[in-house]
């Protein structure tokens, strides 16, 4: 029995210890858009804007993608081939009419729409409605089951700031 107890609290101890909270801050740069992480482990995958000489969005590659690999040391490594076709890869589109903007999707999950463009400091960002409020994203959180090609979604926690008041938005999405 006393085993049993011991067992059920090393169980908790690591629940508790891989939770959001405990992940890695991803620390900001003057073209972090946002990041992604997941339930199965802490490696991260970052968003950030790929900027032309003239300070606006690279027209071919406005947004570079990769791993931060925090089980490794925390050294970036970029995406596989299938992961940035199929899950965390980005794909973009000029507005009409706004020179500095482009819209934007993570390829695993159509359904939202970023807005990216340029803050009054010239950073970037990426915007869409969080909780119904128009917000900049700073990052998500996905909980899956399963590791192998084709993991179960169970939820995604998205975490913005919403764009006239600065508050703190934040949205559970269940699929």
């Known amino acids: 029995m006393k085993?049993?107890?011991l067992l059920w609290?090393?169980?908790g101890l690591l629940l508790v210890s891989f939770s959001p909270a405990h992940y890695p801050k991803v620390p900001d740069s003057k073209v972090r858009l946002f990041y992604i992480q997941r339930s199965s482990n802490v490696n991260t995958i970052v968003y950030?804007?790929?900027l032309n000489p003239k300070g606006g969005f690279d027209e071919?590659?406005?947004?570079?993608v990769y791993w931060l690999r925090y089980q490794e040391d925390g050294r970036r490594k970029e995406l596989s081939w299938i992961q940035r076709v199929l899950a965390y890869g980005v794909d973009t589109e000029t507005i009409e009419g706004q020179a500095d903007a482009l819209q934007a999707w993570v390829v695993s999950y159509k359904k939202r729409?970023?807005?990216?463009?340029?803050d009054k400091n010239k950073k970037p960002y990426a915007s869409l409605l969080i909780n119904n409020?128009?917000?900049k994203l700073d990052h998500v959180y996905v909980q899956i089951e399963g590791s192998n090609l084709r993991p179960k979604v169970l939820y995604v926690e998205v975490f913005g700031r919403d764009f006239y008041s600065g508050e703190n938005v934040y949205e559970k999405i269940k699929p």
């Open 3 to 5: 085993q049993n107890k």
């Open 9 to 11: 609290l090393f169980v």
């Open 48 to 50: 950030d804007a790929r």
């Open 60 to 64: 071919d590659n406005p947004i570079d």
């Open 113 to 118: 729409k970023l807005r990216l463009g340029f």
């Open 133 to 135: 409020q128009l917000a």
